[in-house]
């Protein structure tokens, strides 16, 4: 992501996301911690996300055709995990 994708515009706060996903404010926090969905913190208590980075995240775990796409299969596989 470049600069020029960014604008002040395309970010969400933690309450539109949730509102967004139909998430609890505890799910949300569980992804950001186990699952590294992408964020920015502001504040202690204040943080944002970048549309993009959401939406690049929600690519590297979508299932196609049933079978996971992207990086997080990878990292499953590399564990030593089965499908």
Known sequence: MTKEDLRLTHFLTEKEVCDY???????????????DLPYVRISATQRV???????DWLLERRFKGGLEMGAYTLRKRHKGQRN
């Open 21 to 35: 996903f139909g998430l609890k404010k505890k799910a949300l926090g569980i992804l950001r911690r186990e699952k």
């Open 49 to 55: 996300y970048f549309e993009n980075d959401l939406i």
